[in-house]
């Protein structure tokens, strides 16, 4: 079977969740028998992608260290020459990896696409150009001749917030990449609450800081957030009047494995988000022994099963009650790491990679 990704995430520079699936599932498609796998980005910006070359086939000029070229002018290059070297590729499967509006077709290809969430739809008043948005997902869903959701919470929403044939649409969750190690970080001497990744507005970091003043627990902990992004200013204005000294809430970047390190040495993670179409620092974190607290809304309950303790992402007292819970009681946090590890092992992405290799054929048929 012959197996295309298209150029759409790997346009973008920066390392994010959506080019990390297609780069994890594109090198694990490719260990399985019969899987012809290839990913055709005319200009290649992905960094990620470039660090796994040796692992794929990717057809395209590495562009990802040339800082200065915009990436609309990727994009552009890309919409342009892909359908010429796609078609020359002769695919049996076309898998999308973003809802641009692509102006060919395949003859004799099938169309996959993944929606991972349903974030701008429910959340609207945090996002500009939803109707722009709207169109793209739509038109993409047309056609697509099979659907990829990487959660139930997300398939749920699509069929109710998009009229959608059911049989059209395939569960398949994402997994973690990181490697555990047992080693803390070594410049972090006090205990602390972790959170990772972006903290866009429905990611509800500001209830984490209310939560944490609330508690105290900033006497005997740090809040770290493991983000690309330093802290805003009304995160700034937030850490004031929740009357937490600033010095205690920090945030830090870097690579996989200082991720690991800091999910190794974390009291635990906390993850407040009001939606997360998958959540994949609950599997990382339980992966790496460490314990999770999260919101009880959208898919994180079904990622993190009976391992994590939940809260109402609404309710800073909430969060506050069991962020002490967790930090007063070892007996609690060892069966939590237990329970996480046995959870964490039910995702991987050669599981995802079987999964989705079984919706091509599908689709095929």
Same mark, same amino acid.
């Given at each position: 079977?012959?197996?295309?990704?298209? $150029?759409?995430?790997?346009?973008? *520079?920066?390392?994010?969740?959506?080019?990390?699936?297609?780069?994890?599932?594109?090198?694990? !498609?490719?260990?399985?028998?019969?899987?012809?796998?290839?990913?055709?980005?005319?200009?290649?910006?992905?960094?990620? !992608?470039?660090?796994?070359?040796?692992?794929?086939?990717?057809?395209?000029?590495?562009?990802?260290?040339? +800082?200065?070229?915009?990436?609309?002018?990727?994009?552009?290059?890309?919409?342009?020459?892909?359908?010429?070297?796609?078609?020359?590729?002769?695919?049996?499967?076309?898998?999308?990896?973003?809802?641009?509006?692509? /102006?060919?077709?395949?003859?004799?290809?099938?169309?996959?696409?993944?929606?991972?969430?349903?974030?701008?739809?429910?959340? =609207?008043?945090?996002?500009?150009?939803?109707?722009?948005?709207?169109?793209?997902?739509?038109?993409?869903?047309?056609?697509?001749?099979?659907?990829?959701?990487?959660?139930?919470?997300?398939?749920?929403?699509?069929?109710?917030? $998009?009229?959608?044939?059911?049989?059209?649409?395939?569960?398949?969750?994402?997994?973690?990449?990181?490697?555990?190690?047992?080693?803390?970080?070594?410049?972090?001497?006090? =205990?602390?609450?972790?959170?990772?990744?972006? *903290?866009?507005?429905?990611?509800?970091?500001?209830?984490?800081?209310?939560?944490?003043?609330?508690?105290?627990?900033? @006497?005997?902990? /740090?809040?770290?957030?493991?983000?690309?992004?330093?802290?805003?200013?009304?995160?700034? @204005?937030?850490?004031?009047?929740?009357?937490? =000294?600033?010095?205690?809430?920090?945030?830090?970047?870097?690579?996989?494995?200082?991720?690991? +390190?800091?999910?190794?040495?974390?009291?635990?993670?906390?993850?407040?988000?009001?939606?997360?179409?998958?959540?994949?620092?609950?599997?990382?974190?339980? /992966?790496?022994?460490? =314990?999770?607290?999260? +919101?009880?809304?959208?898919?994180?309950?079904?990622?993190?099963?009976?391992?994590?303790?939940?809260?109402?992402?609404?309710?800073?007292?909430?969060?506050?009650?069991?962020?002490?819970?967790?930090?007063?009681?070892?007996?609690?946090?060892?069966?939590?790491?237990?329970?996480?590890?046995?959870?964490?092992?039910?995702?991987?992405?050669? @599981?995802?990679?079987?999964?989705? $290799?079984?919706?091509?054929?599908?689709?095929?048929?």
């Amino acid at each position: 079977m012959r197996i295309i990704f298209d $150029y759409q995430t790997f346009s973008i *520079r920066q390392a994010r969740g959506i080019s990390r699936y297609f780069t994890e599932l594109a090198v694990a !498609l490719g260990r399985l028998d019969h899987a012809d796998v290839q990913v055709i980005v005319p200009l290649l910006a992905s960094k990620l !992608l470039v660090e796994q070359r040796d692992k794929v086939a990717v057809t395209g000029v590495d562009v990802s260290g040339v +800082s200065k070229l915009p990436t609309r002018i990727v994009r552009a290059v890309n919409r342009a020459l892909f359908p010429l070297m796609a078609a020359a590729a002769k695919p049996d499967i076309v898998h999308e990896t973003q809802y641009d509006k692509p /102006q060919f077709t395949f003859r004799r290809a099938k169309t996959i696409t993944t929606i991972h969430d349903m974030i701008p739809e429910r959340f =609207p008043e945090f996002f500009a150009f939803l109707e722009a948005h709207r169109f793209r997902i739509r038109a993409a869903l047309e056609r697509a001749d099979m659907i990829i959701c990487v959660s139930e919470s997300t398939r749920r929403d699509l069929l109710e917030l $998009y009229q959608t044939n059911p049989a059209r649409v395939a569960v398949i969750p994402l997994a973690s990449s990181l490697t555990p190690v047992n080693v803390k970080p070594s410049d972090e001497v006090e =205990p602390y609450f972790l959170h990772v990744g972006a *903290r866009y507005s429905y990611k509800n970091f500001a209830a984490l800081i209310t939560a944490f003043g609330i508690s105290k627990l900033w @006497k005997t902990h /740090q809040l770290i957030t493991f983000s690309e992004t330093e802290l805003t200013l009304e995160e700034l @204005k937030a850490i004031n009047y929740a009357e937490v =000294p600033r010095k205690r809430i920090r945030q830090v970047r870097g690579d996989d494995a200082k991720l690991a +390190s800091y999910y190794a040495g974390a009291t635990a993670l906390v993850v407040p988000s009001l939606y997360e179409g998958f959540g994949i620092p609950v599997v990382e974190a339980m /992966q790496c022994s460490c =314990p999770v607290i999260a +919101s009880n809304k959208s898919s994180l309950p079904e990622v993190g099963g009976d391992a994590i303790r939940y809260f109402d992402p609404r309710e800073p007292e909430a969060i506050a009650e069991l962020m002490q819970s967790i930090a007063s009681d070892s007996t609690v946090r060892e069966n939590m790491i237990a329970q996480g590890l046995v959870q964490a092992s039910k995702f991987s992405w050669e @599981k995802c990679a079987k999964e989705t $290799y079984a919706v091509y054929e599908n689709a095929l048929r």
